[in-house]
C-alpha cells in the first residue's frame, strides 16, 4: 500500500514562504501526476496543483503565480514551493495522486499556519 507523508509545514508570517514535501512509496512514481491538495477548517478539500509526469503543472486559479509545484522521480518526492502567503492559506496540506485519477490513502498533512 502507498504511503503518503507530507511535511515543511509551520507557522509564516503574511508575505513570507514556505516549501512543502511530499514523499511517495509508489513504485511507480514516474508514471503518475502529483497533485497538492488542502483543507481549511469547516472546508472541504480543494486541489491547489497538480504535476504530471511530463512536468506540466497546473494551479487553481486564485493561487496561480504564488505557488509551484514540482517533483523529483528519483527521490519519489513532491514539492510544494508557497510564496506571498495569505492568512487565507492557512490549511493542513496533502499530497496525493493528481484530481479524478484515484486516491491513495491520505496522509496526515502538514500544517500551515499564516498568520502576524
Known amino acids: 500500500q502507498v504511503q503518503l507523508m507530507e511535511s515543511g509545514g509551520g507557522l509564516a508570517l503574511p508575505g513570507g514562504s514556505l516549501r512543502l514535501s511530499c514523499a511517495a512509496s509508489?513504485?511507480?512514481?514516474?508514471?503518475?501526476?502529483w497533485a497538492w491538495y488542502r483543507q481549511s477548517p469547516g472546508k472541504q478539500r480543494e486541489w491547489v496543483a497538480f504535476?504530471?509526469?511530463?512536468?506540466?503543472?497546473n494551479y487553481a486559479e486564485a493561487l496561480r503565480g504564488r505557488f509551484t509545484i514540482s517533483r523529483d522521480d528519483a527521490k519519489r518526492m513532491v514539492y510544494l514551493r508557497m510564496d506571498n502567503l495569505k492568512v487565507e492559506d492557512t490549511a493542513v496540506y496533502y499530497c496525493?495522486?493528481?484530481?479524478?485519477?484515484?486516491?491513495?490513502?491520505w496522509g496526515q498533512g502538514t500544517q500551515v499556519t499564516v498568520s502576524s
Open positions: 509508489d513504485n511507480i512514481f514516474h508514471l503518475r501526476t
Open positions: 504535476i504530471s509526469p511530463s512536468n506540466n503543472t
Open positions: 496525493n495522486r493528481g484530481p479524478g485519477l484515484g486516491s491513495y490513502p
